[in-house]
T-cell receptor, first 120, second 117 residues
Framework: AQTVTQSQPEMSVQEAETVTLSCTYDTSESDYYLFWYKQPPSRQMILVIRQEAYKQQNATENRFSVNFQKAAKSFSLKISDSQLGDAAMYFCAYRSAREGYGGSQGNLIFGKGTKLSVKP | EPEVTQTPSHQVTQMGQEVILRCVPISNHLYFYWYRQILGQKVEFLVSFYNNEISEKSEIFDDQFSVERPDGSNFTLKIRSTKLEDSAMYFC???????????????FGPGTRLLVL
């Protein structure tokens, strides 16, 4: 079974600085997707960024980028120029690429999350 | 921008009562999911639904739980006889057809906070 591990329960960053959140996962599959979701105090789950395992290029979305190391099964999130609105819980999630009958319908497996605080 | 909606936002119920949590997925999406998050813990998969039937469920999703898509827009989660340990945030999610980039992504609703007393 696949597992996702986030080893940093809490992180703190100064406004405008850069912070990196760690995520490792375990799988025997070669094709899958990885996600970072943000959960602010409202507890809504908001997609931050997505990475397809078959792509070597690291995904980037504005101030958010990932460092995807497939061999090491590592998927860290870098937040540049941190803003007060970035303060939230961040969840790393894994999804198998297998679909259809006999395969997964794409349910997500989440890590325990990292609580990010941003200091003004 | 289309979004997943959920009602109610909060629900308080007595142990043993039935509750129905409602979700309206994004209109052209075909895959639907329920997850739950007990306070302070990680988000856990409950069930996925496709083509009007359950396609996958976790061990959490026992006989007390059921899902339904009663019409073309709503997707419901029913808990027949609630227990104290059912207190959690329940998230609905949906995604579009497989094969497309956006189809790989699940979009979440704002959640229903269920408290069982």
């Amino acid at each position: 079974a696949q597992t996702v591990t986030q080893s940093q329960p809490e992180m703190s960053v100064q406004e405008a600085e850069t912070v990196t959140l760690s995520c490792t996962y375990d799988t025997s599959e070669s094709d899958y997707y990885l996600f970072w979701y943000k959960q602010p105090p409202s507890r809504q789950m908001i997609l931050v960024i997505r990475q397809e395992a078959y792509k070597q290029q690291n995904a980037t979305e504005n101030r958010f980028s990932v460092n995807f190391q497939k061999a090491a099964k590592s998927f860290s999130l870098k937040i540049s120029d941190s803003q007060l609105g970035d303060a939230a819980m961040y969840f790393c999630a894994y999804r198998s690429a297998r679909e259809g009958y006999g395969g997964s319908q794409g349910n997500l497996i989440f890590g325990k999350g990292t609580k990010l605080s941003v200091k003004p | 921008e289309p979004e997943v909606t959920q009602t109610p936002s909060h629900q308080v119920t007595q142990m043993g009562q039935e509750v129905i949590l409602r979700c309206v997925p994004i209109s052209n999406h075909l895959y639907f999911y329920w997850y739950r998050q007990i306070l302070g813990q990680k988000v856990e998969f409950l069930v996925s639904f496709y083509n009007n039937e359950i396609s996958e469920k976790s061990e959490i999703f026992d006989d007390q739980f059921s899902v339904e898509r009663p019409d073309g827009s709503n997707f419901t989660l029913k808990i027949r006889s609630t227990k104290l340990e059912d207190s959690a945030m329940y998230f609905c999610a949906s995604r579009s057809r497989r094969g497309s980039g956006a189809g790989k992504t699940q979009y979440f609703g704002p959640g229903t906070r269920l408290l069982v007393l």
